[in-house]
């Protein structure tokens, strides 16, 4: 472990070397921007992934301009196995090393598991799920290499759910990361899933859902979840659940019978 209980921490005047390189995938919006933001302020190079490009390019010259550091941009679809490539032979390049991956991109399902297409799933499981574990693979190889690195892997608290396809495929998620927070136990390398709960941001009126009937003290902001997260992950926890609210209720829902925890997260699709 590094100096003050961290087990890394690559910003300037840490001893470190390079500027360090933050790679952050959803970058342009909600939880994945508040992390690019927060990295650039501490002196992280972002390299920031997501389809839109030209959001893309927006951000790069936000960070690039407010915090000068260097900001590149990687399009890339991640429910794709050519977008997933394009990232993993990035984060595999050994010239320009990533030194902290966030795996955030994600979007909701707007339908049950029955009342959607089977290809929907299945794109939905290769960017919540396969895309986390492959990105999370390759850095895990190169940053043990060089002997440290942190990868957060932002999942859901409903994969304590059951709550379709989405549920299932952060729930895997979830597991992935802890079984490799597990293998690289002893190194310097730390995984961190972040369980999140309800945030304030741009997912819920993509998937055609709404926030509307979620009081306020469920909602979280994204800025504060990218804050807990990066204290969490730098402290080499395996799992992270920003929110006090939320890390009272992830024990209780754990504990809880399966049948009533069916029963909320049925309740809970119908609702919206
Ligand atoms: N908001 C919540 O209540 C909540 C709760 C728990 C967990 N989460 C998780 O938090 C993560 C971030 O979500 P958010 O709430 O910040 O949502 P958001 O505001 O909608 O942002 C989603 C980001 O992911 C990118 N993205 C979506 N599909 C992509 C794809 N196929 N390939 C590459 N990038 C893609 C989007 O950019 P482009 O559209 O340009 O690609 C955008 O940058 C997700 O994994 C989500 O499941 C959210």
Known sequence: MT???RHWDFRPGTGHGHVPT??????TSGIGLAFARRLAAEGYGVVAVARDRERLSRVARELAALHHVPAETLPADLATGEGIAAVAARLEDPRRPVDVLVNNAGA???TTFLDSRPEEAADLDTLLYRSV???SWRAAHAMRGRGRGGIVNVTSLAALFTSGPYSASKAAATVITEALAAELRG???TVTAVMAGFVTTEFHARAGMSLAGVPGFLRLDADAVARQALRDARAGRALSVPGAFYR???PVLRAAPRGFVREISRNFQSAR
């Open 187 to 189: 190194t310097r390398v």
């Open 248 to 250: 009272a209720l992830a």
């Open 3 to 5: 100096s003050g209980g």
């Open 133 to 135: 574990s492959e990105l």
């Open 22 to 27: 933050a790679l952050v995938t959803g970058a």
């Open 108 to 110: 909701g399902l707007r």
